[in-house]
């Protein structure tokens, strides 16, 4: 039996990612970090999402911020 390997992101959801980095950044860092339009042009967090749930490439680059952010805490 082979064991898959630990994957950081499981369990937490893109919704919950995103308002942990809105509460950490603000839509202003968050924009200065990952230069997406839904963080510059009247942000919020449900068209944040479905702008992300779109678009692969931008949600990655989400995903690593969170990852970054979450080493670092550690």
């Given at each position: 039996m082979t064991v898959a390997p630990k994957n950081p992101l499981?369990?937490?959801?893109l919704e919950a990612m995103l308002i942990e980095l809105h509460a950490h950044y603000g839509w202003e860092g968050l924009a200065e970090r990952v230069d997406?339009?839904?963080f510059k042009s009247e942000p919020s967090i449900k068209s944040s999402l479905t702008f992300l749930r779109r678009t692969p490439w931008a949600r990655e680059k989400?995903?690593?911020l969170?990852?970054?952010l979450r080493k670092g805490r550690a």
């Open positions: 499981h369990g937490v959801t997406i339009r839904c989400v995903e690593a969170f990852l970054r």
